[in-house]
């Protein structure tokens, strides 16, 4: 149970370290204090070399923090004698520990006395951590609505962008590329990057393969030759150029890290021909091992999660939804379902009617899913009131029942 520390005439919060926790303290650390002045003097006693002097001022304020440790753990000791307040005192202790500290950091010593500190702190009461633990969760929401309307992701996500990130420091530099094959995928991408008769053209809209700037040819080539690009043939012979898998992971982590890329044509070639420059190997083959473009790393492949913003996540719960529904026949798990129309009622009818107007009997072969009911199938007149109404509610639970399946085979 947490005591109440009482001063001169005035009570501690509780939770507060009482006095007898303070005197002790105090004069823990004082000793500490002590120890580490005494350990910096029997260092400048073995000294033999050139360094004296510095151990000797490493003593001194050793030695000057040791006797603020001892003064404010004599003064803690007579707080009561005094007429000190219970806040004063654990001042008092605060303050020697402080200086214990300072004596073992001057002495070269590990601050051990730093622990006593936690002896020191006041207690929070279980009201006090509730609060304290709400405010957390308060800022923590706010920072996360902060981040959701900056970004448009949630934390998982934004995380997963962040280590996209990370990784295309790595990787991007090493593709070789410039600012001018990230524009030809981002053509391919938006499906308006074509070629006919030699020609590789920016189509002025997605799917009209006619007109537009032309692209450059060597840089297509070459995205295509190392798998970035695939071609489609069209009825009229024309390519067009979409992203391979591969193109489109490599084309998200340039857009992450645009440092990585080369300012120059010529700087991407020297950076790859520095790269595949091997001992033993020509230089004409050098050289064209650089021409070409060398393959996004297979472990940036695996490494890169693309993100999926708040917008994605709706849409996509919006269309599994339509997607359950329609697998179970527009039926929606927890949805109270319409009773049938009224026309499907039958008030009171032997059984050959019923197969007549609803199709084959509940207990004829030929009608899977249908249970036998247990109830009074009437082959002979009713005779009175109770039968009768016995029958119609019978016959009113397999219209029903009948109706259920017939939608659900639907």
Same mark, same amino acid.
């Given at each position: 149970m947490i005591e109440n520390d009482v001063g001169a005439g005035s009570?501690?919060?509780?939770? #507060?370290?009482?006095?007898?926790?303070?005197?002790?303290? *105090?004069?823990? &650390?004082?000793?500490?204090?002590?120890?580490? &002045?005494? $350990?910096?003097? #029997? *260092?400048?006693?073995?000294?033999?070399?050139?360094?004296?002097?510095?151990? $000797? $001022?490493?003593?001194?304020? &050793?030695?000057? +923090?040791?006797?603020?440790?001892?003064?404010?753990?004599?003064?803690? +000791?007579?707080? +009561?004698? %005094?007429?000190?307040?219970?806040?004063?005192?654990?001042?008092?202790?605060?303050r020697a520990v402080d200086a214990a500290v300072r004596a073992q950091t001057a002495a070269g010593l590990e601050a051990t006395a730093a622990v006593l500190r936690a002896a020191l702190q006041r207690r929070l009461t279980p009201e006090e951590l509730a609060e304290r633990e709400r405010a957390r969760r308060r800022e923590e929401a706010r920072r996360e609505s902060? #981040?959701?309307? *900056?970004?448009?992701?949630?934390? %998982?996500?934004?995380?997963?962008?962040?280590?996209?990130?990370? /990784?295309? +420091? %790595? /990787?991007?530099?090493?593709?070789?590329?410039?600012?001018?094959?990230?524009? =030809?995928l981002e053509a391919a991408e938006a499906g308006r990057l074509y070629r006919r008769d030699g020609? =590789?053209?920016?189509?002025?809209?997605?799917?009209?393969?006619?007109?537009?700037?032309?692209?450059?040819? $060597?840089?297509?080539?070459?995205?295509?030759? *190392?798998? /970035?690009?695939?071609?489609?043939?069209?009825?009229?012979?024309t390519l067009a150029l979409i992203p391979s898998p591969m193109g489109q992971?490599?084309?998200?982590?340039?857009?992450l890290y645009p440092a990585g890329l080369y300012d120059t044509d010529r700087a991407a070639y020297e950076a790859r021909y520095a790269r595949v420059a091997k001992r033993g190997r020509s230089r004409e083959d050098?050289?064209?091992?650089?021409?070409r473009l060398p393959l996004l790393a297979s472990s940036a492949l695996r490494l890169y999660r693309r993100p999926v913003t708040l917008v994605e996540q709706e849409e996509r719960a919006q269309r599994e939804a339509q997607t359950q529904w329609e697998d179970e026949g527009g039926y929606c798990f927890g949805v109270e379902m319409s009773r049938p129309v009224a026309e499907a009622r039958v008030e009171s009818a032997p059984a050959k009617p019923l197969r007549d107007s609803a199709g084959p009997h509940p207990s004829s072969p030929g009608t899977p899913g249908l249970v036998r009911a247990s109830g009074p199938v009437a082959d002979h007149p009713v005779e009175d009131g109770a039968q009768r109404a016995s029958s119609s509610q019978w016959i009113d639970s397999m219209v029903r029942v009948w109706t259920v399946v017939s939608r659900t085979r639907r």
């Open positions: 009570a501690a919060r509780p939770g #507060e370290p009482t006095p007898q926790t303070c005197i002790r303290v *105090a004069r823990q &650390a004082a000793e500490l204090a002590v120890s580490a &002045a005494d $350990e910096a003097m #029997e *260092a400048v006693c073995r000294s033999r070399s050139g360094n004296t002097t510095r151990l $000797e $001022e490493v003593m001194h304020a &050793a030695h000057s +923090e040791a006797c603020e440790a001892e003064q404010y753990a004599d003064w803690a +000791e007579q707080w +009561e004698a %005094d007429g000190v307040a219970a806040h004063a005192l654990a001042h008092y202790a605060a902060e #981040e959701r309307a *900056a970004t448009g992701m949630d934390c %998982d996500n934004r995380m997963r962008a962040s280590m996209n990130a990370y /990784f295309a +420091e %790595d /990787f991007v530099p090493k593709l070789g590329w410039t600012a001018g094959h990230v524009r =030809v020609q =590789v053209r920016r189509a002025p809209q997605p799917g009209v393969w006619s007109g537009g700037r032309r692209v450059s040819r $060597e840089r297509t080539q070459a995205l295509h030759a *190392a798998r /970035f690009l695939a071609a489609v043939r069209g009825r009229d012979g992971v490599a084309l998200e982590l340039a857009r050098t050289k064209a091992a650089a021409r």
